[in-house]
């Protein structure tokens, strides 16, 4: 018993033993500070952090492992460390070091402070108490809780102190940082065309005539004082930085900025659409020199970067322009249309004050003449114009508008209603013309005047009577040409038709053609053919003839002879009479003994009637007894058979003749044809 009373003695010995020697165990995820209860160096006075071995809060801090600080002289407060996400920024809160400048509103960055790691260098060197310009990014940190307050987006990591004041000016700090979006960096996407405008809440103050910052160390060349668009706030001072809107926008790109020392505004880019300028309209700036000249009363134009209007536009496209310090005026190049006619405005909406002017004629008619003015503005000159007026609007509306009116009034004074209507082109060229001189003076270029026609007021119907004259007018005229043009149209269907005959005949005249070419062909082709029927004829005709001589001196002879063998010619005669006769009996089949006679008494010379075969037997009887033919047989018809002979022989003599004159004829004939060949006839052609 003696022996377990004296191992608890001893164990209890040893845990005062080690209470006494200070014996602590840091984890490695954390941190001590070291809080001082007693020493011979005495007590702070202002300060929080001891430096010089006071009783206080110690500089250093424990890190994880055995430590050995006497609870009789120390107190160790155990704390996490400080873990910021990836992305995410932490704020600093600095409770003590030198008190902040009058015109300051965050601690300057001490760098020897090891981003307040280390907290003895940072006091030692100048570190100031309250919220810090100095960032810290992500990682994991070993903080002096007890010097340095962090602010992250979830957690605020401090060794509490019992001040209640404190922890609701951090609590606030908090809210506001999660209002700006301060714990993570500045995004800009360069597909939202955005600029970012930067205000400053630090260094020193603008003069009483600048509203926007300029803008100072924005040249990587000089790296003392590049702050890399606000992202290191000593060196944006140190360049000579103020405090308040800044000049210097920031682009598409990453920012890690503080939100206690600069705000960021998103603003859209300033886009110039193809067929406009801007015109630079500047708020800051140096005193330019004017460029106008002596001529130009209307004000000044100055070079690109100082204060006033700048002399050169911009061209379309897109531009990072801080509106703030400045503002762009959109100036079209393109033609402007300025219609005076109620409820119709033109695309640039310049013209929405516009209506139709009122006149009075020299007639005492009051129409209202509607009319458009095409105009434009060269990209050189719209400086000048936006100088003069300040907006195309206001050019419109205070100087445009009267002096058209004015003019256009003039003129309807001087012409009557139907005037007016019928002269409206030439009123339009004149007016063109005449109002280029007036839009010169106003750097405007006039392309073109167009009239409409002039209207009545409601309750007037007098104009519509005079233009329903003008109308009937018109139609008569029209009818009288549309007749005229009728019969010119008539005039030339008529000519129509003939060309359309003759077209239609021209292909049997060219077929005609061909014919008499082909005729002509045949013709030399029957030519031929008839040289050879003739040379034919020729042979044949001269066959022919000397046989029929032949033929006909043969039967001559025959004949002759014939009639000497029969004695003499009566009787050749009675025998081809007693031929003929008996083929005529034959051929008809008569008898030649009449079945019957009828005798009718003698004749009136005494004789019985008698026939032919009577008188043929007759004939034959007296020849046989003794009675000569030849007697019987008168002189004449000896007469008659020598002519026979003889016409026979003339016959073909005569034929003879005829063979000789067709073989000359037919010879004649082919010289004539080659002739003709050589050169046609009239006939022929």
Known sequence: METGIIIIGSFVAFLIFLWIIGFRIIPSNKIGVVEKWWSPKGSLNEQIIALKGEAGYQPEVLRGGIHFKTPLMYKVHKCALVTIPQGQIAYVFSRDGKPLEPTQ??????????????????????????????????????????????ITE????????GTRAEEMTIMKMTEMLKERGGFRPIIIKGTDDKVGIVTVHDGPSLNRDDIIAPTVGDSSADPGIYHNNFQDPEKFLKAGGYRGRQHQVLVEGTYFINRLFATVE???????????????VSYIGAKGVDSTGEGYKHGELVENGCRGVWRMPLMPGKYAFNTYAGKIIKVPTTNIILKWITNQIGNHKYDENLKEVSL????????????????????????????????????????????????????????????????????????????????????????????????????????????????????AMEKIETYSQQQKAADKEKELRESESRAQQQKFLTESEINIHIQSNQGKAEYQRSLQEASKIKALAEAEGEKEARIGIGKAIAIEEQVRAYGGSQYQVIQDIMSKFTQAVEKAKIDIVPKTVISMGSSENGGSAANAFEMLLGLLVSEKLGVKVSDVVNKEDNEKIKAIKESILKSMEEDSKKLVENQAANEVSADAISKNEAAPTKEAK
Request: proline content about 4%; cysteine-free; overall charge negative.
């Open 154 to 161: 979830d957690k605020m990591y401090y060794l509490p102190m």
């Open 266 to 280: 998103l603003i859209d880019k300033t886009i110039i659409e193809v067929g406009f300028v801007g015109v630079v």
């Open 105 to 150: 509103t965050l601690g300057k960055i001490i760098p020897e402070g090891n981003n307040f790691q280390n907290t003895r260098k940072f006091l030692e060197n100048g570190g100031q108490r309250g919220p810090q310009r100095g960032m810290v990014r992500e990682g994991t940190y070993a903080f002096n809780l007890a010097q340095f307050m962090i």
């Open 360 to 475: 009075i004629t020299k007639d005492a008619f009051e129409p209202s003449l509607p009319l458009s003015v095409v105009t434009h503005i060269d990209y050189r000159k719209a400086p000048l114009v936006i100088q003069r007026f300040g907006d195309i609007k206001m050019l419109v509306d205070q100087t445009l508008d009267p002096m058209v009116s004015a003019y256009f009034k003039n003129i309807g004074q001087t012409k009557t209603l139907i005037q007016l209507i019928q002269d409206r082109n030439e009123i339009q060229a004149i007016s063109s013309t005449e109002m280029k001189a007036k839009f010169e003076h106003y750097n405007l270029e006039l392309e073109e005047v167009l009239i409409g026609t002039p209207v009545a007021s409601e309750n007037d119907n007098k104009i519509e009577f005079i233009l329903t004259q003008l109308r009937e007018r018109q139609i």
